[in-house]
């Protein structure tokens, strides 16, 4: 079996190579409306040229996995701004989309955590579309649309989970069907345990991303080894391995927080459920050192006995 490990949007042995570039509404207002459009043209192919390094960067370093930035756009999703951000960029949008094919990368997004079909507010929920079909419009444009992942999280509770969860169920559907397909859900740290994410999961047909960490701060009746057959079954009708998030607590007193790296005791016990699963699979490190991290993990995995790296960021067990 085959563990592959990422990271996310930022490769911090890279000089200045952010993707993340943005530019405030506030400032933006600042501008005459030709300098709006130079400096969103500007920042977005900054941000876009940044991705191509990465992924030139990944492919150097043998690492497969990456989860690219949310805010490759400034603005994008902005209803004063709206803009064409397609058109002007189709042959970078179209260089990553061809990178990531010829190196059988695996990439993804994960929008923010106000991208959520669980409000009782209407206008919460078509932002949430928005951003979701922002996001699938970058897919579109790199022609990544059916093989990405855009992943999210079951959202607030409400003070009423069955109440909400039903809620839910009605506003995810409302959601574009093919966007739906390309969908992930994730168990956090405070709320929607890993139990109760799955069966959200279950009941529309969406992969399930496991978050190690999340679960130890936010653990359900089950032991999540128990959950491995289920986890793993959730993503059969993709034809890929599962993907989980792996991080470790900052400090005792900030549990929730993700340190710089990820500590090689608090992830044992998970690397070694998935090894004794038998099946293969692919960690996306949250680490704040990012490409770093991720690198340092499967150096110290490898380390081990049983253990045998056979990539930058690749372990066989």
């Known amino acids: 079996m085959i563990l592959r490990f990422g990271y996310v949007s930022t490769a911090l042995n890279l000089w200045e190579a952010s993707p993340s570039r943005t530019l405030t509404f506030t400032n933006w207002k600042k501008l005459d409306q030709e300098k709006r459009k130079e400096k969103l043209l500007y920042l977005t192919e900054q941000n876009l040229k940044h991705t191509i390094r990465t992924l030139h960067y990944n492919i150097g370093q043998e690492i497969e996995l990456y989860r690219m930035s949310s805010s490759i756009v400034p603005l994008a999703t902005h209803p004063e701004v709206k803009w064409d951000f397609v058109t ?14 010829q190196h059988q990368l695996r990439v993804s997004f994960h929008p923010n955590q106000f991208t959520l079909f669980t409000s009782p507010q209407k206008h919460v929920t078509e932002n949430a579309i928005i951003d979701m079909t922002y996001h699938y419009t970058m897919l579109e444009a790199m022609g990544l649309h059916e093989d990405a992942n855009i992943n999210i999280h079951v959202g607030g509770a409400y003070g009423d989970k069955e109440k909400t969860l039903k809620r ?19 168990n956090d740290d405070k709320t929607y345990t890993a139990e109760e994410t799955l069966q959200v999961c279950e009941k529309h047909g969406i992969p399930f ?48 927080a993700h340190a710089d790296y ?56």
Request: charged residues 30%; aromatic residues 10%.
């Open 88 to 101: 002007p960029f189709q042959k970078l949008f179209k260089e990553i989309g061809s990178l990531v094919r």
């Open 168 to 186: 839910f169920h009605k506003n995810f559907v409302s959601l574009n069907p093919d966007i739906r397909m390309q969908t992930t859900l994730e």
């Open 209 to 256: 991303v496991f978050d190690y960490h999340h679960h130890w701060a936010n653990p359900c009746q089950e032991a999540y080894e128990e959950l491995l057959p289920r986890i793993f079954a959730s993503w059969e009708r993709t034809l890929k391995v599962p993907k989980f998030h792996l991080s470790s607590p900052k400090s005792e007193k900030l549990i929730r």
């Open 262 to 317: 990820v500590d090689l005791d608090f992830a044992l016990p998970f690397i070694k459920a998935l090894k004794e699963h038998g099946k293969s699979a692919d960690i996306m490190v949250e680490a704040k050192a990012k490409d770093k991290a991720a690198l340092q993990l499967v150096e110290d995995i490898s380390k081990l006995r049983g253990f045998k790296r056979i990539a930058g960021g690749a372990i066989e067990i």
